[in-house]
């Protein structure tokens, strides 16, 4: 029996759910993390580097939720600054320069909205990454592990493929954020949730994602290692599709992908 949106909203924000420190070392193999974004500083919401996957180099660009308050308090509970942002387009401007395809992890309920991000241009960069990862000349795929939230997801959800655990929600705004301006009430976010049509069944039925990923019974944290290896599944299959795929080809798919997205008259 299929979960309603309330209770995957509950299960994504399990503590001993998987996060991408526990999967990336099981899909990946010599993972080396690069920092900065070269303008302001580094941002521990999003870690990335270069890896190997099945002996191909790949660039791995991920949210990063923590376990305990300690590990949310230096990730900003997988909310990105703009830097975070920044450093993501370094590393995926990097990977096209060489080549490389680029594998997104997305788990954040949303971009860090407080002053200092806004000051230095959190908007921007969210926006920046929306227009360069269209025209990316190099295999993008994502993958949404818990929560998609709002533009802080979509920055690293623009791709050639969109993949979602079967439990995870990805969604134009967080529930809580869409039951705040509704109804001036964020604690009716699981109502929300109910109302917004964000999961996996959902987004495969309107064309927004292409795969929904199978997770074990009762959620990804009954065995990690098991999600570990259906991820790698589904990113060896795209990989090798995308990669056969000439990048006039490639670009020219992506950029019908998202036109077709939604229902709209003339």
Known sequence: MKMTATE???????KNRPTVNDYIPLVFSHFMELHGDRHYGDD????????EFYSMPVTVIAQVKGRNIEENKHTNFAMPHP??????????????????PVICLVDTPGAFCGIEAEERGQGEAIARNLM???TLKTPIISVILGEGGSGGALALAVCDELAILENALYSVISPRGFASIL??????EKEAAELMKITSEDLLGFGVCEKI???PSGGAQNDAQLMADNISEYLFDAVKRLCAVSIDVLLENRYKKFRKIGMFTE
């Open 8 to 14: 995957r909203l509950s299960l994504i924000r399990l």
């Open 44 to 51: 521990a919401a999003i870690m990335g580097g270069i890896a």
């Open 83 to 100: 830097e975070g942002y920044r450093k993501a387009l370094r590393l995926a401007k990097q990977a096209e320069k060489f080549g490389r």
């Open 132 to 134: 360069e990862f269209m």
């Open 183 to 188: 109804w001036k009430d964020p604690t009716r």
């Open 213 to 215: 990923i199978p997770e």
